[in-house]
């Protein structure tokens, strides 16, 4: 290891000394940037992260200068998968770098893959405010791309933190856009009634008994195979029992459904939000009278 550091230092310090010489025809940035390759290279092998990230950020810094943009994106990347071990805000801050340079290049695919990473890199911190706007400018740009995959892969990132972070409307409307959309292909069909299972427990959180009868009623039109769901069947008795302002009824109707399928512990928290604003209505009639 102490050999890898020595070596990567060398390359490092001679790379300093290209650029602050003289070169012809920016010869000295070409110099100097396959040095601080070599240098990166080395302080990656004596797992000096902190020490590559920063000289890869010196290496994107030298393709700037030889307009080798697509090079110098590449480079802030190298740096913040380096930086990702050691300081997440710094691999970041790379990320983001490499980005606007992809962007400027037009390699909207690339710029999209990194925006993603940002988001995954928020949510790996619990930042949900920020993951939420990360995963939302990718799935933009996968959408561009037409990479219609990755694209609903972020769009239900977005629409899961929407939903924790009580933007309900928004979560909704992602699902139901998202169901549209799978059912004009058949290898996504299968997940229709699970995107609006979503939207329907996102509208059992907003309270208005309306919309929910509402909602099902379209849903039921844009798919008329969903009425004869499980998946229906539950948010059509949750329906019932939060308009009768029934908990029993309301905590069955999720067991009944929770006893064949599993609900996943996004499900389950939201659904624990309803039961508790039902317990605080009858709480509050209880005071009333």
């Known amino acids: 290891m102490g050999d890898h550091l020595a070596r990567g230092e060398d390359f490092e310090q001679k790379a300093e000394k290209k650029l602050s010489g003289w070169g012809l025809f ?19 092998l004596a797992k000096e992260w902190n020490r590559a990230g920063a000289v890869y950020v010196k290496l994107a810094n030298c393709h700037l200068k030889m307009d080798s943009k697509h090079e110098a994106a590449n480079s802030y990347a190298d740096a ?3 930086y990702k071990k050691t300081n997440i805000n710094e691999s970041i801050s790379c990320l983001e770098q490499s980005v606007n340079v992809f962007l400027d290049i037009g390699r909207l695919n690339m710029a999209a893959r990194y925006y993603k990473e940002v988001a995954e890199l928020h949510e790996q911190e619990q930042n949900l405010e ?5 995963y939302d400018r990718a799935a933009d740009l996968f959408q561009s791309e037409e990479v219609s995959t990755s694209a609903n892969q972020c769009k239900q990132k977005v629409a899961q933190f929407s939903a924790q972070l009580e933007q309900y409307q ?10 549209r959309h799978s059912l004009t292909n058949n290898l996504l069909k299968y997940g229709v009634k699970g995107h609006l299972l979503n939207a ?7 309270g208005d008994v309306v919309a929910i009868t509402n909602a099902l009623d379209k849903y039921q039109d844009l798919d008329p195979t969903f009425s004869g769901t499980r998946e229906y069947k539950l ?3 949750l329906a019932a029992a939060v308009d009768e302002e029934d908990i029993a009824k309301f905590t069955d109707a999720v067991k009944e459904y929770d006893s064949m399928t599993q609900l996943d512990s996004w499900r389950t928290t939201l659904l624990l ?3 508790e604003g039902l317990k605080a209505k009858e709480l509050e009639e209880d005071d009333l009278t």
């Open 26 to 44: 920016g010869s000295k940035y070409e110099d100097a940037s396959e040095l601080f390759d070599k240098a990166a290279n080395s302080f990656k």
């Open 80 to 82: 913040a998968h380096c």
């Open 130 to 134: 920020k993951a939420v706007v990360y």
């Open 170 to 179: 928004k979560a909704i409307e992602i699902y139901e856009e998202i169901a």
């Open 200 to 206: 329907g427990i996102c509208q059992l959180c907003k």
């Open 235 to 237: 948010l059509s008795d």
């Open 273 to 275: 939000r309803v039961k």
